[in-house]
């Protein structure tokens, strides 16, 4: 295990997965109702790890016998990322909303939960860009170090998921502010312009 890549996925997992979606809010709604929240993040987390082990160990492959598939990859990601940020600055500078969670009497049941939960997290192409494209490209830039790399990212997975599903009681008067989720988003529109920054110079 190397301590410098395994940070280095660690930060790079995390700046991914902090971007504002369905998950996310997904499981931030389900902390602050107290419902199956273990249940919720793990599921978040798990999936994360699986996807970013196919990322490290099939994208490296893939790389070998295409080599022009990884500056393809990097460009292209790039290139989402920079309108993922500018995306997230306009929401910044325009968006009046706050977070509303539903009030119910009736708890969801386990099972229904996690299929929901599943659903959101295996159904979105986003889950697939970050963790199986730009997290197995960006692995690349590790020869041999993959596995740390992948480590890290994993961890920032399950750290951010379930800090999120445990802290969102704390975080309930702060999101219901929309000037939160509008600080939340411009620090996400640099976090991902600094990212696609790194994959342009491939550092």
Known sequence: MDPSTYIAGMTMGLGLIVAIGAQNVFVLRQGLRHEHVFAVCLACALSDAILIIVGITSFAKIAMILPWINPAMRYGGGAFLTWYGAKSLRSALRSRDALVVENTST??????????????????????????????????????????????????????????????KQLRPLFAKPSAWRILEGTIALVMWGIALKLALGA
């Open 107 to 168: 708890p969801s049941s386990l099972a229904r939960t996690l299929l929901a939960c599943l659903a959101i997290t295996w159904l979105n192409p986003h889950v697939y860009l970050d963790t199986v494209v730009l997290l197995g490209t960006v692995s690349t830039q590790f020869p041999g170090k993959q596995f740390s790399f992948g480590a890290g990212a994993a961890t920032g997975s399950f750290l951010f998921f379930f800090a999120l599903g445990y802290a969102a």
